[in-house]
């Protein structure tokens, strides 16, 4: 028997240990300490954001947003049904109502051509999800948010290093939020950020993230006090976070290469699946590819628990994804009834394959065999 292929691996450069270290040895590993700059003038300076804030999480940077929004109770949000629980509980915790949207048949973003039809009067935000870092059709989502008045929140949480028509994903909302999971492309085991692009939010963004006070203005030296001003929370990250995360950016060129190589090779050898009606990911021509995951689509849910089974019996996990929220146990009673079949069927037949940095071609192989393997026949 052949060792086992871990789904995940947390990427280590070697670095990030060096850099807590020296964080420690600082004197100050609170927040916004010297790590933490680093990191914002990086994505600053370097990938061309306006203005980012470190989190503890991207479900942080989702409630901040929220907050930041000023959303009160009965306010609608439209957010896609396939997607982590965090896009919709940033803003339930706020009193809002959910308004899910279902996927597109081409990949499981969300569908933009039908949003329209979902607004009324109350809707406030719309919450596009670039799934597996793969543009939405934002072309089509900013025009209905224009003309609608409402307010675009990314969530970027799978999107480092990826673009839409050449634009930074993150940089095309007015807010978004970034994850740092050790799950994700570039990881400090849990963190966040949240990219603000319309710099008016940034002053009060900064006092939200600082437990509602003017505390980061008073250590720039631009208020001689600082006191109570606004509703806030702490959800800045402690130095020590930021030196990890800082080591991790240090190799972000590297680990893209990387990722991006063991995506190619995956999508080569399974295309041949497709002529049999498997899916696999669809790229639009507005979109990029960062290598954050790679899917196949099963033609339905009992054959993809034969392929989990089959792969995991041969030492192989590769594991399904995101649950329709609206059919979810918290939300199911306050969903409005709308049947959302691509949100369904991306939830009953998409699987992910292993995909990390130390993934040797070697085990790809063997990975990419088993399911050539399995559909032989399946
Ligand atoms: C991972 C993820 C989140 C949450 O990220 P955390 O940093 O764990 O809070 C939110 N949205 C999506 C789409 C995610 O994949």
Request: charged fraction near 20%; include cysteine.
């Amino acid at each position: 028997m052949y060792p086992a292929i871990p789904f995940n691996k947390p990427y280590f450069s070697g670095n990030e240990t060096r850099y807590i270290e020296q964080a420690v040895r600082s004197g100050k590993i609170s927040g916004d300490g010297l790590f933490t700059h680093r990191v914002h003038r990086f994505f600053e300076q370097q990938l061309g954001f306006q203005k980012v804030m470190l989190t503890t999480s991207c479900t942080d940077a989702l409630e901040m947003a929220a907050l930041l929004l000023n959303i009160q109770p009965g306010d609608e949000v439209l957010v896609p049904s396939f997607t982590f629980v965090s896009t919709a509980n940033a803003f339930v915790l706020r009193g809002a109502k959910i308004v899910f949207a279902d996927s597109t048949s081409l990949n499981p973003n969300i569908d933009a051509a039908a949003l329209e039809s979902l607004i009324t009067p109350r809707t406030r935000v719309v919450v596009p999800v670039h799934y597996a870092g793969i543009a939405c059709d934002m072309d089509a989502i900013q025009a209905v948010a224009e003309r609608q008045g409402l307010v675009v929140v990314e969530d970027a949480a799978h999107a480092i290093d990826s673009y839409h028509r050449g634009r930074a994903l993150g940089s095309l909302g007015t807010l978004a939020a970034f994850s740092f999971h050790e799950t994700k492309n570039i990881i400090s085991g849990e963190g966040g950020m949240l990219a603000i692009n319309d710099v008016d939010y940034g002053p009060r963004a900064e006092v939200i993230r600082e437990k509602g006070t003017t505390r980061a203005a008073f250590f720039r030296g631009e208020v001689d006090k600082y006191g109570w001003v606004d509703v806030g929370s702490s959800f800045l990250p402690s130095d020590i976070i930021a030196a990890y995360l800082w080591a991790q950016l240090e190799n972000l060129a590297d680990i893209q290469r990387q990722r991006k190589t063991i995506w190619q090779r995956y999508y080569t050898a399974l295309t041949p699946l497709r002529a049999q009606g498997i899916g696999l990911p669809v790229l639009p021509d507005y979109a990029t590819n960062n290598g954050h995951l790679f899917y196949l689509v099963c033609r339905s849910l009992t054959e993809r628990t034969a392929l989990i089974t089959y792969l995991k019996q041969r030492g192989v996990w590769i594991v399904f994804h995101y649950l329709s929220l609206h059919k979810s146990a918290y939300y199911k009673a306050q969903h409005d009834s709308r049947a959302l079949p691509w949100a369904d069927l991306y939830s009953e037949r998409l699987v992910r394959l292993p995909l990390f940095y130390e993934l040797s071609e070697t085990d790809q192989d063997r990975i990419i065999n088993e399911v050539l393997g399995f559909y032989q026949t399946y």
